[in-house]
């Protein structure tokens, strides 16, 4: 029996790459601690909700299928980077540099951040994606709005209760963790409503340009198949 050739478009691909991007930015950019007003946040604020948007992006327009790969892809693109990170940390520093400090507290705090990354990078990732795929079932297509604001406030709920912890535990005092972890989970949601309308019209698009709107009926969700 034949086996079924499976292609990926142009636009399917630049949405995969943007999403590695925005995973290997957010691990750095967390290391570093914001004080805006009365609010304690992370730097990664800036980029880690776009990979939320992209998840729903996937699994609107392709299904949970594709997204499934697209999130294992950044899994992998994520551990690389780390890996090599660690290597780099690793390497003496020439004697006329004056970063070494510096760089170490990026990459040497970086692993820790990655391991706490990867726990609940897949967590929330998955739980959008799930969460995403089974409501646009349940309302055949429709509201794509009220399932991109549901599923991420599902997905960043997970994520932030698993990061923070595991990542700044320590590092960002245990009184401050809770209101830190609430304080993510509503910006990030936020900034998914605030940027909603483009998300809305990047969905259009994709099903425009690749003929696609993807329904996952009678399909398994299960995460290593």
């Not at 914001?34 to 992006?57: H, Q, R």
């Not at 705090?109 to 349940?138: C, D, E, Q, W």
């Not at 972890?181 to 483009?198: G, H, W």
Request: charged content about 15%.
């Amino acid at each position: 029996m034949k086996k079924e050739k499976i292609t990926f478009s142009l636009p399917f691909m630049f949405l995969g790459v943007l999403f590695c991007v925005c995973l290997i930015a957010a691990n750095l950019f967390e290391t570093k601690q914001v004080s805006l007003g009365p609010l304690e946040l992370t730097a990664g604020l800036i980029v880690f909700p776009v990979s939320y948007i992209i998840n729903d992006c996937l699994v609107e327009v392709y299904g949970f299928r594709m997204a499934r790969l697209i999130i294992w892809l950044g899994f992998a693109m994520n551990f690389l980077f780390v890996i090599f990170g660690w290597l780099a940390d690793m390497l003496p520093g020439a004697p006329y540099w004056t970063g070494e400090e510096a760089f170490h507290f990026m990459f040497g705090l970086a692993p820790r951040i990655a391991a706490a990354s990867f726990v609940a990078f897949l967590t929330g990732s998955f739980l959008n994606a799930y969460v995403m795929s089974r409501m646009k079932v349940l309302q055949s297509g429709r509201r794509f709005s009220i399932r991109a604001i549901a599923s991420t406030i599902v997905g960043e709920a997970a994520d932030s209760l698993i990061f923070f912890p595991l990542a700044l535990g320590g590092v960002v005092p245990w009184e401050v963790m809770p209101t830190l972890m609430l304080t993510q989970v509503v910006l990030k949601t936020a900034y998914e409503i605030v940027a909603l309308p483009l998300t809305i019209r990047v969905v259009r698009l994709l099903k425009r340009i690749d003929g696609k709107d993807a329904y996952d009926r009678h399909i398994s969700y299960r995460l290593f198949k």
